[in-house]
């Protein structure tokens, strides 16, 4: 009987390290900073990590009916006191032949990555009728105006290029966010990898948006909460064209639903990280 307490003791040794194991074998390997924006400067963002990306493809209109156009006005994008601000304003704005009364920003990195982590530190606008959203396309994607099709990569059209979603929130739905995947097999409004929930004080307070994504699986989460993980039993062009690089995207687009009271939001980014 005497050598239960030792016995039991080392049982609980070798327990409480398999726990540890367990959980350091859940963290994520991607641990090497290998591009970041700090947003430190002062004024126009730094053009050698970002494109404005504003031609309006064929007919006039950004896809999905959007009624604004994308410029690279310091009035709407800047920074300022260690923040990136990706403004959208109501409006007259005369651009490319066509006249629009709302303006905002697309913005495309010049950094792309196959695999790792992104993390974006943001404030999000309100308001009926905004769509931001930090997401990710192929840079592959044969889109007239995009920053990597005008370096000549444009091989390949949407949705089988593929698009990662790491955040998206409507104005009608204040504080749901919402991630996506979209491929062949899954796209636009017929979209079935999706997954969100309910964030309190979105446009209020930071959070922080994450993707994690390797050769099997894509993770999303919000402060350090999973919310939506994409990964196919079956891997093929239809369900996994992510095995390239893919550049990031920050935009608000305004949808036709706008409150007419609208007058201006904006994007509010602290910072935005990828590690490998």
Not at 124 to 143: F, V
Not at 238 to 263: C, G, K, M
């Amino acid at each position: 009987m005497r050598f239960l307490p030792v016995l039991f003791f080392s049982f609980l040794l070798v327990f409480t390290s398999s726990c540890k194991k367990s959980k350091n074998e859940s963290v994520s390997s991607f641990d090497t900073l290998v591009w970041s924006d700090e947003f430190d400067n002062s004024g126009a963002i730094d053009s050698t990590k970002w494109f404005h990306q504003t031609q309006l493809p064929a007919g006039g209109d950004w896809y999905g009916g959007l009624i604004n156009h994308y410029t690279n006005r310091l009035e709407n994008t800047f920074v300022k006191d260690g923040f990136l601000n990706l403004v959208a304003k109501k409006e007259v704005f005369n651009d490319q032949g066509e006249i629009k009364n709302y303006t905002s920003a697309r913005l495309n990195s010049k950094f792309a990555f196959t695999y790792g982590k992104v993390e974006v530190r943001v404030k999000l606008p309100t308001g009926i009728g905004t769509w931001p959203a930090i997401w990710m396309l192929n840079k592959n994607i044969d889109e007239p105006g995009a920053y990597w099709e005008k370096q000549g990569y444009g091989t390949t059209y949407w949705p089988v290029c593929g698009e990662i979603d790491i955040l998206e929130h409507w104005g009608g739905k204040q504080n749901r966010i919402q991630s996506a995947v979209h491929t062949g097999s899954s796209a636009g409004d017929d979209v079935v990898n999706v997954g969100g929930r309910i964030i309190e004080n979105v446009s209020n307070e930071f959070h922080i948006y994450e993707l994690e994504w390797d050769e099997n699986k894509m993770i999303f989460s919000v402060d350090g909460i999973e919310h939506y993980t994409y990964k196919p039993e079956i891997k093929n062009a239809d369900t996994w064209p992510f095995t390239s690089d893919q550049y990031l995207l920050l935009n608000i687009a305004i949808e036709p639903d706008i409150d007419p009271s609208f007058e201006e939001s904006a994007m509010v980014v602290d910072y935005i990280r990828v590690y490998q």
